[in-house]
């Protein structure tokens, strides 16, 4: 069984910058494909990015592609989400979870998830 913690959210100025961090227990971590997640109040939980268990290989919701990276160290058993020019409507509680099919945007296809790590973005 994988457990996941995040950290890093906090509250940060519209343009700014954060980086999130999701440590793992578990020696399968390096074996699975990673993917962060969001959700806002009153709104489902919605894809963010993900990386394939090599760490080569990334895919992007549009509302972040070009402003936001994805990474991971397997050596750490951690995963990472640089978050450049974040705006208000980034706001939202970030969890990330371990997936079983590379490509997927569906949190259904996600698991192991987190407590979660709050970012808001002020405008």
């Known amino acids: 069984q994988v457990q996941l913690v995040e950290s890093g959210g906090g509250l940060v100025q519209a343009g700014g910058s954060l980086r999130l961090s999701c440590a793992t227990s578990?020696?399968?971590?390096?074996?699975?494909?990673m993917g962060w997640f969001r959700q806002a109040p009153g709104r489902e939980r919605e894809f963010v990015a993900a990386?394939?268990?090599?760490?080569?290989?990334?895919y992007y919701a549009d509302s972040v592609k070009g402003r936001f990276i994805i990474s991971r160290d397997n050596a750490k058993n951690t995963v990472y989400l640089q978050m450049n020019s974040l705006k208000p409507e980034d706001t939202a509680v970030y969890y990330c979870?371990?997936?079983?099919?590379?490509?997927?945007?569906?949190?259904?296809?996600?698991?192991?998830w987190g407590q979660g790590t709050q970012v808001t973005v002020s405008s």
């Open positions: 979870g371990t997936g079983s099919r590379y490509g997927s945007r569906l949190w259904e296809d996600f698991g192991s």
């Open positions: 578990g020696r399968t971590f390096s074996t699975y494909t």
């Open positions: 990386v394939n268990w090599r760490g080569d290989s990334t």
